[in-house]
């Protein structure tokens, strides 16, 4: 880095990237970063720079950011936005049991019989069992020990 951009060594990239409310700086790209160095570089001069604090100096480079990267983001704002309504979706039976969560994918090849002990068991809480025998034992002994 050239010494008319000694300044940018002053910059806190991880404050940066909060500020900009990413998730990594590996989201900005090398590229635009070096761009709004030059740029600030060049519109305010190395020695009013390096008279700057840090937080502003933090500041000043994450609002050109901002307008350097306004697609990225919006996406990424988009996509944060998506996956907290799939989180919310996928965690809403656990908050409201009232609530039955049907993939429409798993009931769309079903014929009416199966459809309707899908439907069974999920409203009615019904379990299918196949294992009745220990459920029918007419001798009461202990189930749980064993005996030689």
Excluded at 69 to 85: C, N, P, V
Aim: net charge negative; proline share 4%; no cysteine.
């Amino acid at each position: 880095m050239p010494e008319k951009e000694a300044w940018a060594y002053q910059l806190d990239w991880l404050n940066i990237v909060s500020i900009l409310r990413l998730d990594s700086i590996e989201q900005i790209p090398e590229t635009k970063r070096d761009r709004v160095v030059k740029r600030i570089s060049k519109l305010y001069g190395a020695e009013s720079l390096l008279s700057f604090k840090p937080s502003e100096l933090d500041e000043l480079v994450a609002n050109d950011l901002r307008e350097l990267m306004k697609k990225e983001l919006i996406m990424h704002a988009r996509r944060k936005e998506k996956i907290a309504k799939q989180m919310k979706a996928k965690m809403s039976p656990f908050k409201n049991p009232g609530v039955i969560g049907i993939d429409m994918n798993e009931i769309k090849d079903m014929n009416p019989d199966e459809l309707m002990k899908f439907f069974s068991n999920k409203l009615m809480g019904k379990k299918n069992d196949d294992d009745q025998d220990d459920d029918n034992d007419k001798y009461s002994e202990d189930k749980h020990s064993y005996y030689i």
